[in-house]
C-alpha cells in the first residue's frame, strides 16, 4: 500500500490466519477457533477489525482493532461515509442496518483504492 497516510493504530490484537489472506487492509471476522480470523464478507457476522500484513494459513497477523488504518475499498467511498465490508472483505459504505467497523477519513474514487479509516474506541454499530 501507498506510505504517507496518517495511521494510528490504538489497540492491536495478535490474532491466526484460518485462511490465506493475500492483501493488507481486508477486513476480519472471528474464526472457527480461539484466536483465529477468517476475511469478512457481506454476510452478517461481527468485524473485528483490519488486516495489517497479508499471511499464510495458520500464520501469526496484526489485527487493528482500534485507531486509524489503511483499508482497500469496494467501492467508491466519501469523507465520513460508515464503512462495513463486501462478500471480499473490502471497506464500502454501510447501508441500514449494515454493521459498522468504523468511518471514512479519506476518500476512495474506486474499488482497490487505499482509504483511511477510523475505528472508533467506542466499538461497533449498525447503520441507520
Given amino acids: ?3 504517507g497516510f496518517d495511521e494510528r493504530h490504538d489497540k492491536v490484537g495478535s490474532w491466526l490466519a484460518e ?3 493475500p492483501t493488507s487492509g481486508l477486513g476480519l471476522i472471528q474464526g472457527t477457533g480461539q484466536n483465529e480470523t477468517l476475511l469478512a464478507g457481506a454476510a452478517p457476522a ?7 500484513f ?6 501469526a497477523i496484526t ?3 482500534n485507531g486509524h488504518v489503511r483499508s482497500v475499498a469496494g467501492a467508491a ?12 472483505g473490502k471497506f464500502i459504505t454501510a447501508s441500514t442496518g449494515d454493521e459498522i467497523l ?9 474499488e482497490d483504492d487505499v482509504l483511511l479509516m477510523s475505528i472508533p ?4 454499530a449498525l447503520a441507520p
Wanted: aromatic share 2%; hydrophobic share 55%; net charge negative.
Fill in 77 to 88: 467511498v466519501s469523507i465520513g461515509d460508515p464503512l462495513t465490508t463486501d462478500a471480499n
Fill in 63 to 65: 489485527v487493528v482493532e
Fill in 54 to 59: 497479508p499471511a499464510l494459513i495458520d500464520e
Fill in 102 to 110: 468504523g468511518y471514512a477519513l479519506r476518500a476512495a474514487a474506486a
Fill in 1 to 3: 500500500m501507498p506510505v
Fill in 19 to 21: 485462511e490465506a489472506m
Fill in 121 to 124: 474506541a467506542t466499538g461497533l
Fill in 46 to 52: 461481527r468485524i473485528i477489525g483490519v488486516l495489517q
